[in-house]
């Protein structure tokens, strides 16, 4: 399918999905979260894809929601239109791992959306930030939420109330990026880290995002127990007889998805 706002290219098992909206740092407006949902959504249904990975630019991944397509709305037409709702649901919604790639400015809702992903890579050029409280409004995809969870209370209350961006190694010191990497080799390097979880078994794969998922949404006790369900059921699975076969025998495992 041809996108006006993305570039959707498919290698080896990977869909690297890259956000172009050049002339706007890739602020996200409504053609490009609709486009987006669609895309994640027809790579999660793709058989032959693993692993999926959203990134921008050299200078954006996005720099927020666009500014000029919301400026003049008012209280009832975002309300009833339930802005990006719908789109950030069925990003949500996507089982197989997501990986954002972020270089250059990562901000508003480009932010939320880097934190709607299983997990960030950053380049050395990255810079994160919700600024919303310069435009008269709060963040609106998970903001205020997510990047409270990813880095306590005390960091995003600076973040949201100053606007101030974080640079990619604050962000790597404080668990919101998994790993930097010299801008230049970003998605070379992601890319082999899409490989590298495409090797495994997509069932497993499957089971470990939505066990690790569980951590943000539910208490301890009833975390502990959803893992603990959802490792004795992984032992009804061909992929753990490969899996441990494998090491026993010293060889490469052969997941099947079964
Ligand atoms: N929206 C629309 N256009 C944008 C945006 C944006 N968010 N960001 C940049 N652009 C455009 C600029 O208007 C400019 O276009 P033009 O040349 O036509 O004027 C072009 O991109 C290049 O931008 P700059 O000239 O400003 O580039 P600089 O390098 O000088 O500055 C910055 C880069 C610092 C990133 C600057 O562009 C900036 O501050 N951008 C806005 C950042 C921002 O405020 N983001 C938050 C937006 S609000 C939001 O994301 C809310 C999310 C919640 C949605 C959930 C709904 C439920």
Do not use: W
Not at 112 to 127: G, H, P, R, S, V
Not at 229 to 244: I, L, N, P, V, W
């Amino acid at each position: 399918m041809a996108y006006e706002t993305l570039i959707v290219e498919i290698e080896d098992y990977t869909c690297l999905i890259r956000l172009n909206r050049p002339e706007a740092l890739n602020a996200l407006n409504s053609r490009l979260m609709g486009e987006l949902a669609a895309a994640m959504t027809a790579a999660d249904q793709n058989d032959k894809i693993r692993c999926i990975v959203i990134t921008g630019s050299d200078k954006a991944f996005a720099a927020g929601a666009d500014v000029k397509e919301m400026a003049t709305r008012s209280f009832s037409d975002v309300f009833f239109d339930n802005l990006f709702g719908a789109e950030a649901e069925a990003i949500q919604r996507v089982r197989k791992p997501v990986v954002a790639a972020v270089a250059g400015y990562c901000l508003g809702g480009g932010c939320e959306l880097a934190m709607m992903c299983d997990f960030i890579i950053a380049a050395d050029t990255a810079k994160f930030g919700q600024p919303e409280i310069n435009l008269g409004i709060v963040a609106g995809m998970g903001g205020t939420q997510r990047l409270t969870r990813f880095v306590g209370k005390s960091k995003s209350m600076d973040m949201h109330l100053t606007g101030r961006f974080m640079d990619a190694a604050e962000a790597e010191r404080c668990g919101l990026v998994s790993r930097v990497f010299p801008a230049k080799s970003l998605i070379e390097e992601t890319l082999k880290i899409a490989g590298k979880i495409a090797e495994k078994s997509m069932l497993t794969a499957m089971v470990v995002k939505e066990a690790v998922n569980r951590a943000q949404e539910t208490t301890l006790a009833e975390g502990l127990l959803f893992e603990r369900r959802m490792f004795h059921a992984t032992f009804s699975t061909e992929d753990q007889k490969e899996g441990m076969a494998a090491f026993l025998e010293k060889r490469q495992p052969q997941f099947r998805d079964r």
